[in-house]
């Protein structure tokens, strides 16, 4: 049972933006904390922005700082990644994840979306 969904990957030039959405069952959005993670090539999976808690503020890395925002819509349980500035580093698979705590650790989040690939050319 697929219980969490991206989209909103795509290619796009450097300077653009793109905005992911990851769709939730009910049960799993509130009740865990939701998270961003990215892997590109021959990299491991890394952190990029998540919730401080079920209902908390988002935490982003420092290199998308000012530049990733993400947000949430409880009404349709939804967790979006707004990403401005987008540079060809930043190519990469982005996941979601959700998890009972609010860590950076792959390790700590429990379901995993299928992924959606985001491809910056320079």
């Known amino acids: 049972q697929v219980q969490l969904v991206e989209s909103g990957g795509g290619l796009v030039q450097a300077g653009g933006s793109l905005r992911l959405s990851c769709k939730a069952s009910e049960r799993i959005f509130s009740q865990n904390v939701m998270a961003w993670f990215r892997q590109a090539p021959g990299k491991e999976r890394e952190f990029v922005a998540g919730?401080?808690?079920?209902?908390?503020?988002?935490s982003e890395v420092d290199y998308v700082k000012g530049r990733f925002t993400g947000s949430r819509d409880s009404t349709t349980n939804t967790m979006y990644l707004q990403m401005n500035s987008l540079r060809p580093e930043d190519t990469a698979v982005y996941y979601c994840a959700a998890g009972r705590h609010a860590t950076r650790r792959t390790g700590d989040y429990d379901y995993w979306g299928q992924g959606t690939q985001v491809t910056v050319s320079s």
């Open positions: 919730f401080t808690s079920s209902q908390g503020a988002t």
